[in-house]
């Protein structure tokens, strides 16, 4: 018998619909349920390597995570992988399909509708129930001709439909009223009820706006959820994430770590384990300001359009005072195409990541990068040069050569040698993704960087954040009405 299904829309972007399904997945998980995330189309560079050897949205693999099960390419067979300011490559079921412009994207979803169809019945039928993730604002009726990530999936699907709206930004009310009066009545009658996300304050000032919302839309009130402080500790799914304020009372941090925010930065979770050490301050540096003199590490991290990134690293200044960080003797690390841009030359003969072309690099490694071939999606394993186990995964194309390649940073389980590292051992570059998380391997920063071992479980403090997520969830939320819902 195929699994009952619900999915989850929001008035607008960055509601808060990736973190409520994490939590209600790992609530039912919790319950017995055998469940199952899948979000039919997602747009973020920030990207996870699954186990059948793909890529999702880095925010399905943590709600596959709440879910206690693997995460595969078939909870999340359409992702958008932005170049620039109009286009996207294309991922479907964890594979390159094509690039496209955004309005020429509305004319390729169609085609796309039944790998999305084909991969939420293939998780059905494997499943209790499947919670569905919509995209952006249920109320882009611009959009609904071709739409495929919400109503248009919801009515092909028939799978009933909650809404969220976040009263943190303001205009709840209206956003949830109004999206109810702008969709077309067909589209209004899948949704069966509503969540106001991210409340502050005493609850009973809202129950009259609850009960307004629910008497204009006709709509069940599912719940007031509270401002879940700890979702900071949990990985963001897209760029919006990097606006997080630095937590109230880390001003005492040892070391500082500083990253260069750039236009295209992709697989940023990489920096979550450092910053959740409490001997660490991470300094986010968007253009306009300058790398702090005084940070012990500079941490470039990956990029969707490298050499586009590269020209806006030098447009910021942020090439002038990394030459000055290394001058003091800073300590430089270059992750996936952060990696590329510390070479001599970066080469894109094909136009992979945007117009064909090549250019100078940082000239801080020694090696040059020509991103030509498939891309390498893998999970990884190995030791880095100082002995230190890891795991972690790759997810890059092209090639990196050159004489800092004999000092790799580190040898994988099959023997093959991966990154580089500069001469004097400062200046250091890898294409493998999430060796942070591994404790062992941070301590081993920390103590470099001049700080002590860490005594922190990342692992296990995320997933003591999802049980508790998933426990807030249970408080404030109708987990029953949910379920009788569902179809």
Known sequence: MAARALMFQGTGSDVGKSLVVAGLARA???????????????MSNNAAVTH??????????LQARAARVAPTVHMNPVLLKPQGETGAQIVVRGKVFGTAKAAEYQGVKPDLMPYVLDSFGRLREEADLVLVEGAGSASEINLRASDI???GFARAAGVPVVLIGDIDRGGVIASLVGT???IDP???????????NRFRGDPALFEAGMAEIAERTGWTALGLLPFFQEARKLPAEDA???????PAGRGTERIRIAVPILPHIANFDDLDPLEAEPEVEMVRVWPGSALPGDAALVLLPGSKATIADLAAFRAAGFDIDLAAHVRRGGRVLGLCGGYQMLGRRLADPDGTEGPAGEAEGLGLLEVETTLT???R???????????????GYEMHMGATTGPDCRRPFATLQDGSAEGAVSADGRIAGTYVHGFFAEDAQRSAWLERLGAEASALDYEDGVERTLDALAGHIERHLDLDAMLSEAR
């Open 52 to 61: 059948d050897g793909g890529e999702i949205g880095r925010a399905q693999a």
């Open 240 to 246: 919006l994430g990097l606006s997080r304020e630095t």
């Open 373 to 375: 071939g498939e891309k």
């Open 186 to 196: 067909a589209d209004a009658a899948m949704i069966k009820g509503f969540i106001v």
């Open 28 to 42: 039912f998980a919790t319950r017995g349920l055998n469940v199952r995330p899948f979000k039919p189309q997602n």
């Open 180 to 182: 109810r009066h702008v």
């Open 377 to 391: 999606l893998v999970s990884v394993s190995g030791r880095t040069s100082d002995g230190i186990g890891f795991r």
């Open 149 to 151: 990530a919400n109503m």
